[in-house]
């Protein structure tokens, strides 16, 4: 069974920098994998903000980027602000149709 | 604008079955494949199915594999999820979702709350 593990929490200052990452228990996150980000509020559907490993979706501030490192996707927030506080989950493409969503990260701004 | 929005949630008995649905509108449906997600509460999102623009391929996730259809009727622009021999780990908030760019999920619904219990 395939995991992808996210941190559990972060916390970061406004106008901050963060860098969430999403690995897999076996193996190494690359492009191939389309690696994909979504921020979640509570009581809200999720929002998706990264596709592709690092091309933002429409509307989504550029503040926000992806990017491989090392063996992981990674989402940075440059410039955190206060609504950034929520929850960020990635996605990886492990072919044949199969999608898995990472742990998720609950980031704290303050 | 692009709008999914599911229903057929509800309170269910274990080992019973339930139908979800989900009525597109503001895209053109039929060339798009949609994805169902869920969400246990308080945890994190689980993709459950994907089924292709045409419904000509279908996958699961391993853990409703067997016990759950995911199916689409482009006449009338909505997706549907079967979920049969229904658990108490199956409770969640299922989310429909269209297929976005470069393998992604995109375009949520707000969700349906499905709850087994007895």
């Known amino acids: 069974q395939t995991v992808v593990t996210q941190e559990p929490s972060f916390s970061v200052s406004p106008g901050g920098t963060v860098t969430l990452t999403c690995g897999l228990s076996s193996g190494s996150v690359s492009a191939s994998h389309y690696p994909s980000w979504y921020q979640q509020t509570p009581g809200q559907p999720p929002r998706t903000l990264i596709y592709?490993?690092?091309t933002r979706s429409s509307g989504v501030p550029d503040r926000f980027s992806g990017s491989i490192v090392g063996n992981k996707a990674a989402l940075t927030i440059t410039g955190a602000q206060a609504d950034d506080e929520s929850d960020f989950f990635c996605?990886?493409?492990?072919?044949?149709?199969?999608?898995?969503f990472g742990t998720g990260t609950k980031v704290t701004v303050l | 604008q692009v709008q999914v929005v599911e229903s057929g949630g509800g309170v269910v008995q274990p080992g019973r079955s339930l139908r979800l649905s989900c009525a597109a509108s503001g895209f053109t449906f039929s060339s798009y494949g949609m994805h169902w997600v869920r969400q246990a509460p308080g945890k994190g999102l689980e993709w459950v199915a994907v089924i292709w623009y045409d419904g000509s391929k279908k996958y699961y996730a391993e853990s409703v594999k067997g016990r759950v259809t995911i199916s689409r009727d482009n006449s009338k622009n909505t997706l549907f999820l079967q979920m049969n021999t229904l658990r108490a780990e199956d409770t969640a908030v299922y989310y429909c979702?269209?297929?976005?760019?470069?393998?992604?999920?995109?375009?949520w619904g707000q969700g349906t709350l499905v709850t087994v219990s007895s």
């Open positions: 979702a269209t297929w976005g760019s470069a393998w992604s999920i995109d375009n």
């Open positions: 996605v990886l493409y492990m072919g044949s149709g199969s999608f898995v």
């Open positions: 592709s490993t690092n």
